[in-house]
């Protein structure tokens, strides 16, 4: 049996300015073409969410590989994932400081490791016994997140609210996440998911976020859905929401409802804020957020899709 190939992803949902917009759709375009391409090809889902989210970590936009947020200490520390819905083989890497594209030691650990996740100077050793090279962090700052930083430290200097780790509706609007995230459909029916991530801005060297941990910013599964989440990861984790989400779905809601429910869910149980992609294994999808914005792009034989989204 074929089906037709579906590919949905997030370039981050938060209160994203109109001068960045085109640069988001850009690098979302960009991913599409990458993914769907491999897919229309013939490619495995899993393929095609590795290509789409590795473009998204080379572009300076994203909070993801090069030009990733910062740590308190100035360095880029990121984390990924990647799940094979068909079979549920993944891997993970978190707090790596030296791969320029952390999907890619994400794929190797899910294609060549018996264990599922690794970090810091354990995961780049396995990324570079694996053919991949190490880089210089510094390699990966960009002065854009270098002022980025030292902003944020000013105004935390200045005793003004934390706008990284507070769930208030006002430092909502000043928050950035700029995480990315894909999920497929290939033309054999199966499903993958991938979410890659330098994390929250100003964020204590060595914290992990919900992006690459399973089932909190990304899951799939041929049973269930394929998932993944952008935004303030402390809360996501705390709910296990992209779990949670794919639940949903086998209880029978559809995309739409169960990523409305979750980005529901997450603000009434702990005022969490973010946004949702969702692709069932009937192909199809379902997006929500509660930040002022959420860029995504969508293809399918129809053609792509992309837009960044307005709430309210
Ligand atoms: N969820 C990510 C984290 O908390 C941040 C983001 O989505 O931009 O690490």
């Not at 897919?39 to 909070?63: P, Q």
């Amino acid at each position: 049996m074929s089906f037709q190939p579906v590919l949905l992803i997030h370039g981050g949902a938060w209160a994203m300015p109109e001068a960045e917009i085109a640069a988001h759709e850009r690098g979302i375009a960009n991913a599409l073409a990458a993914g769907y391409g491999l897919l229309e090809r013939g490619a495995s889902a899993v393929d095609a969410v590795e290509a789409a989210v590795a473009v998204m970590e080379d572009d300076e936009t994203f909070d993801a590989g090069r030009g990733s947020f910062l740590t308190q200490d100035g360095r880029v520390q990121m984390d990924a994932l990647l799940m094979d819905g068909s079979n549920l083989r993944t891997g993970g890497v978190a707090c790596v400081e030296r791969l320029r594209n952390p999907i890619k030691a994400a794929r190797l650990v899910l294609d060549e490791s018996p264990h599922v996740y690794f970090v810091g100077a354990g995961a780049e050793r396995f990324a570079r016994q694996h053919g991949m090279a190490l880089c210089d962090n510094m390699e990966l700052v960009i002065p854009r997140e270098q002022e980025r930083l030292f902003k944020a430290q000013a105004a935390e200097l200045a005793g003004l609210p934390d706008e990284t780790f507070s769930g208030s509706l006002s430092a909502e609007k000043l928050a950035s996440h700029d995480t990315v995230g894909v999920v497929a459909m290939d033309s054999t029916g199966n499903i993958a998911a991938g979410t890659s991530t330098g994390g929250t801005l100003n964020k204590a060297p060595g914290r992990v976020g919900d992006s690459s941990l399973i089932g909190c910013g990304c899951y799939a599964d041929n049973l269930s859905a394929a998932v993944s989440l952008t935004g303030w990861g402390e809360p996501i984790m705390k709910l296990v929401l992209g779990k949670w989400a794919v639940d949903k779905v086998a209880a029978g809601a559809s995309p739409a409802e169960a990523a409305q429910a979750a980005i529901d869910y997450l603000y009434e149980r702990l005022g969490g804020h973010g946004g949702i992609i969702l692709l069932g294994p009937d192909g199809r999808v379902g997006l929500a957020h509660n930040t002022p914005r959420m860029a995504w792009g969508l293809q399918t034989p129809a053609g792509p899709q992309l837009g960044v989204t307005r709430n309210g």
